[in-house]
Structures are given as C-alpha cells and as structure tokens.
C-alpha cells in the first residue's frame, strides 16, 4: 500500500530525498509520517504532514528537513540537507487513515536505509 524510495549513502552535510507512494485504500489517508529505528533504540517519528500540506517536525529535523505532499500524485517526500551522522537510520514512511466509525488504520512502507558518513 506504500512504497518507499529514495535512501542510500552520502557524506555528513550532504542530501537526499525520500518519496512515498500511496496505493489502494492508502490513498484515503488523512495524515502520512517518517519514522526511522536505529539498531537498540525506539522508532522515532522525524515529520509528518497532513493532507491538506500541514507539516510538522521533530526536533531533530527542524531547519533541515523539509517534508512535502504531492496529493494528485498520492506521494510524500522527505528532503533531508545538513545530514548528520547521528540521521544514519532505517526510515519508513507510514500513513494513517481514520474510518467512518473513528477507528484509525495505519498502513507502512518498507524500510529504506540512509546511511551517512564522515
């Protein structure tokens, strides 16, 4: 229901985008997130965005990542500039929908490693 694209290997300070494609009943989505996990540690949400563009950060992100929705396309990107090494994570991308009835479904992409170096 989506798939994810976009990660791969750069240097500290360098860039990359994310993208992420809604599918079937994902597509009916009211809000799309990036998560990412580190090995040992919690996932941790870096940016979401409702359907009508409104973004939010985490801390860890603000001023460098910028996240962005492209509805007619059913796609979310993830701008990432200034990498750290400490943004070297698995991230996957998430969508939430709510039902008539309230109840929310989540569905997930697969991971997509981004690995930064010195």
């Known amino acids: 229901q989506l798939q994810a694209s976009g990660g791969g290997s750069v240097q500290a300070g360098g860039s990359l985008r994310l993208s992420c494609t809604a599918a079937g009943s994902a597509r009916g989505f009211n809000v799309m997130g990036w998560f990412r996990r580190v090995p040992g540690k919690s996932r941790e949400l870096v940016a979401a965005?409702?359907?009508?563009?409104?973004?939010s950060y985490a801390r860890s992100a603000k001023g460098r990542f910028t996240i962005s929705i492209d509805i007619s396309k059913y796609t979310m990107y993830l701008q990432m500039n200034s990498l750290k090494l400490e943004d070297t994570a698995v991230y996957y991308c998430?969508?939430?929908?709510?039902?008539?009835?309230?109840?929310?479904?989540?569905?997930w992409g697969q991971g997509t490693q981004v690995a930064v170096s010195s």
């Open positions: 965005i409702t359907r009508g563009g409104t973004p």
């Open positions: 998430n969508a939430e929908r709510r039902t008539g009835n309230g109840e929310s479904v989540d569905y």
